[in-house]
C-alpha cells in the first residue's frame, strides 16, 4: 500500500536531484542563457516521455527472450524517445541558435526523463521512508547521471556539427545517438545484479563521463566563440 509520506518522497527524492543538476548545467550557458519557457518545456516533454516509452519497453520485455537484447531494446528506445522530446522541447524553435544549445535542451530533457522515472521507481517497491531515501540517493549518483551523459553526448554530436553541412549534421547526430546508446546498453548490464564494490565502479564510469561532458563543454563554447571571430 502506498501512503502519503511515501508518495511525498517519491516525489521529492525524484525530482528535487534532477533540478539541482538543472541548475548546475544551466550555469554552463550562463552567458548566453536560454528562454526560461523552453527549458520548462523540454523538462516537461522528457517527464511526458517516460509515459511514452512504457509499453514500448513493456513489449519488448514480452516478446524479447534475451535478457541483453531487452537492454538494448530499452536503450533504444529511451535515447530515441528523449531525442524526439528534445527536439519537441527546444531544438525546433529560434532558441537553439549557437552550439551550446542542444547540448543544454538535450540534457534538460534527460534530466525530466529522470525525475518522473526516478519517481515511479520509487513508488513502486517502497513501503518506509528509509529505503525510499536511500535508494533515491542511489539513482541521484546512477541513473540520473547516466541519462544526463547519454543525451549528452547525442547533443555534443550535434554541437560538433553545428555549423557543418546537411550531410554532416546527419552523420554526427547518427554517430552521437548510437553512442548513446551504447553508453545507455553499458550502464544497465553492468549494474544489473552488481552488488557492493561493483556499484561504486559502474557509478565511478559515470562520473568520470560527466567530467568528460563538462569539458566538452567547454570545447563548444569555443566554437562560438571561433565562429564570431571568423564573421568579425
Not at 121 to 144: K, Q
Request: hydrophobic residues 55%.
Amino acid at each position: 500500500m502506498i501512503t502519503l509520506p511515501t508518495v511525498i518522497v517519491a516525489i521529492v527524492g525524484g525530482i528535487i536531484p534532477p533540478l539541482l543538476w538543472l541548475f548546475f548545467w544551466l550555469r554552463e550557458d550562463s552567458l548566453h542563457p536560454e528562454p526560461k519557457k523552453v527549458i520548462v518545456l523540454s523538462f516537461i516533454f522528457g517527464m511526458i516521455g517516460v509515459a511514452a516509452v512504457l509499453p514500448f519497453e513493456q513489449l519488448a520485455r514480452d516478446f524479447i527472450p534475451v535478457t541483453g537484447l531487452v537492454l538494448l531494446a530499452w536503450a533504444f528506445i529511451e535515447e530515441i524517445m528523449k531525442y524526439f522530446a528534445a527536439y519537441l522541447g527546444g531544438l525546433r524553435t529560434k532558441a537553439d541558435n549557437e552550439p551550446i544549445d542542444p547540448m543544454i535542451y538535450l540534457i534538460t530533457t534527460a534530466l525530466g526523463f529522470a525525475a518522473l522515472e526516478n519517481i515511479l521507481f520509487l513508488l513502486s517497491p517502497f513501503d518506509n521512508l528509509l529505503a525510499g531515501v536511500v535508494t533515491g540517493n542511489i539513482r541521484f549518483i546512477g541513473a540520473t547521471l547516466l541519462h544526463t551523459v547519454a543525451s549528452g553526448t547525442i547533443g555534443l554530436s550535434i554541437a560538433l556539427s553545428f555549423y557543418g553541412t546537411a550531410w554532416k549534421k546527419i552523420i554526427y547526430r547518427t554517430t552521437g545517438l548510437c553512442a548513446a546508446i551504447v553508453i545507455h546498453l553499458l550502464f544497465n548490464y553492468f549494474i544489473l545484479g552488481a552488488r557492493g564494490s561493483d556499484i561504486l565502479m559502474v557509478f565511478g564510469f559515470v562520473w568520470l563521463a560527466v567530467i568528460l561532458l563538462l569539458i566538452f563543454f567547454e570545447k563548444v563554447k569555443r566554437i562560438r566563440k571561433i565562429k564570431e571571430s571568423v564573421r568579425l
